[in-house]
């Protein structure tokens, strides 16, 4: 079976630019996660999409948003980018909003923000 | 608030030499706590969820404990290929899972 995957892996913009990072969930899976992790630190976790609603935000600007398909898939944009935006983007996918269902991560998006 | 501390921060081992990671944490209701395997530039590995205290997981050389305040990750006899960064996340029943900073390990040959 397929693990989650993303597009693009690599993206270089400058600041000011917009972004669009692009998910694929596990086949089944209906709930999907962005987090984004900066070189040396763990994932924070910035939103949590289950069955198309947004179920969760994390503490990070109104810049950021997301959505997510009909087909599970989930778009995260980032607008206004900042140098500081530059980390992974990981999205990651699970069965349900269940606490106890482990995540399974994609390879993630590297965004270079110049 | 819900936090997780890993330590320590860096580990050094020969290969053979056995070792322990540590996952202190505090929560309001643990629902889960997952360990991941993290390779430089890629997303995290999935390795072990525990759910309650006295529960134990194994995968090859990787052995996760859970007690009512922390995790240990025991790595035996580790070999080259087991070098990453090693995270913790937990969840408490809400939407966000928290994770730790991880530890960087590395297995000299």
């Not at chain 1, 694929?24 to 992790?37: L, R």
């Not at chain 2, 921060?9 to 322990?20: D, P, Y």
């Not at chain 2, 390795?47 to 007690?67: M, N, Q």
Request: with cysteine; charged share 20%.
């Amino acid at each position: 079976d397929a693990g989650v995957t993303q597009s693009p892996t690599h993206l270089i913009k400058t600041r000011g630019q917009h972004v669009t990072l692009r998910c694929s969930p596990i086949s089944g899976h209906k709930s999907v996660s962005w987090y984004q992790q900066v070189l040396g630190q763990g994932p924070q976790f910035i939103f949590q999409y289950y069955e198309k609603e947004e179920r969760g935000r994390g503490n990070f600007p109104d810049r950021f948003s997301a959505r997510q398909f009909p087909n599970y898939s989930s778009e995260l944009n980032v607008n206004a980018l900042l140098l500081g935006d530059s980390a992974l983007y990981l999205c990651a996918s699970s069965w349900t909003l269940a606490g106890y269902n482990e995540q399974f991560f994609g390879p993630g998006t590297r965004l270079t923000v110049l | 608030e819900d936090q997780v501390t890993q330590s320590p921060e860096a580990l050094r081992l020969q290969e053979g030499e056995s070792s322990s990671l540590n996952c202190s944490y505090t929560v309001s209701g643990l629902r889960g706590l997952f360990w991941y395997r993290q390779d430089p530039g890629k997303g995290p590995e999935f390795l072990f969820t525990l759910y309650s205290a006295g529960e134990e997981k194994e995968k090859e050389r990787l052995k996760a404990t859970l007690t009512k305040k922390e995790s240990f990750l025991h790595i035996t006899a580790p070999k080259p290929e087991d070098s990453a960064t090693y995270l913790c996340a937990v969840n408490s029943g809400t939407y966000k899972y928290i994770f730790g900073t991880g530890t960087r390990l590395k297995v000299l040959a």
